[in-house]
């Protein structure tokens, strides 16, 4: 199965602080070798502070695009991995061996694909 893991943004993420130490990114980048070497990593990004992104809000046919920074920090996604895993068991002890990606108190969510097969 597939699955989004989501880092969820803090207030320093927006802030576009990165008070992650040398030995805090060589853990993370363990962490991913790990993910590669057992066949789970299909893709991982961070993302840039939500001042840098725009939405567009859909009403019927009208379309509003809305400038950041956006509101609401802890609903916010700093960065993420797609993983394929064999179920949601998996993906929560790999969460688990995760080392922490913001410098303070942070949340990772994990959500699962729709697949063709859920729709038949």
Not at 71 to 94: Q, S
């Amino acid at each position: 199965m597939r699955v989004m893991v989501l880092v969820k943004a803090t207030a320093d993420s927006e802030a576009g602080l990165s008070a992650n130490t040398a030995a805090e990114m060589e853990a993370m980048g363990r962490f991913n070798d790990q993910l590669e070497a057992a066949g789970i990593l299909v893709t991982a990004a961070g993302l840039k502070p939500s001042s840098f992104g725009k939405r567009v809000a859909f009403d019927g046919t009208k379309r509003t695009v809305i400038d950041g920074p956006f509101a609401e920090t802890r609903e916010l996604v700093a960065g993420y991995w797609i993983w394929n895993v064999k179920d949601m068991a998996e993906a929560v002890d790999w969460v688990k061996r995760c080392p922490n990606p913001m410098p303070g108190p942070s949340d990772i969510e994990i959500r699962p694909f729709y697949e063709m097969a859920d729709f038949a």
